[in-house]
Each structure stands twice: as structure tokens, then as C-alpha cells.
Nanobody, 114 residues
Framework: QVQLVESGGGLVQPGGSLRLSCAAS????????MGWYRQVPGKQRELVAA???????NYADSVKGRFTISGGNAKNTVYLQMNSLKPEDTAVYYC????????WGQGTQVTVSS
């Protein structure tokens, strides 16, 4: 089993920044991808950004150039630096790890509002 604990969410004004952290524990060997997803009520959970254990990254088009994912398996922690935040970035953000299965954190709320 893999346990994931997120932190760093909160309320921020449009144009502001936040950094999310996700710490993995438990059976973390052979995690080959970690990522961040987000979900708003009534919509499907969507991929925001992911990083594999060789350092490859991918991003949703809506966050390219504004968000940066870093860290990953070797450091047991993954980060999501979010800059130039927009109201449409408001969502619950979930950390995900893939290792012979998919594991999820409990989620952290990000609210972008003036």
C-alpha cells in the first residue's frame, strides 16, 4: 500500500501562487509515476500534471506555462508550483501515485478568488 498526504492548498487571489506538496509513504518502491489531478463538483477528475521516475513530465494544456511539477519517486515527495492562478483553477487537488495500482491522497482545496 502507498499512503499519500497532500498539503499547501488554500485561498489565493487571482494572479497569485501556491505550492502543493504530496508526501508518499508505505510501499513506495517501484512507484513509476506521480501526479496531480483536480476535480470540481459535477465534473470528472482531470489530470493537471504528472512526472515519471525518469523525470518526464506532462501537463494539461490549461496549466502549461503556469504550473510546474517536480520531485517524484526518488524523493518520495512531489510538488506542484502553481503561478498566475485563475478562478477556473479552483478545485480539489488530488495527489496520485501509480505502482501496480493507482493510489490517491485525500485531496486539498484550492480556491482562487478575490
Amino acid at each position: 500500500q502507498v499512503q499519500l498526504v497532500e498539503s499547501g492548498g488554500g485561498l489565493v487571489q487571482p494572479g497569485g501562487s501556491l505550492r502543493l506538496s504530496c508526501a508518499a509513504s508505505g510501499s513506495i518502491r517501484n512507484i513509476y509515476r506521480m501526479g496531480w489531478y483536480r476535480q470540481v463538483p459535477g465534473k470528472q477528475r482531470e489530470l493537471v500534471a504528472a512526472i515519471t521516475n525518469d523525470g518526464s513530465t506532462n501537463y494539461a494544456d490549461s496549466v502549461k506555462g503556469r504550473f510546474t511539477i517536480s520531485g517524484g519517486n526518488a524523493k518520495n515527495t512531489v510538488y506542484l508550483q502553481m503561478n498566475s492562478l485563475k478562478p477556473e483553477d479552483t478545485a480539489v487537488y488530488y495527489c496520485n501515485a501509480i505502482r501496480e495500482g493507482s493510489y490517491w491522497g485525500q485531496g486539498t482545496q484550492v480556491t482562487v478568488s478575490s
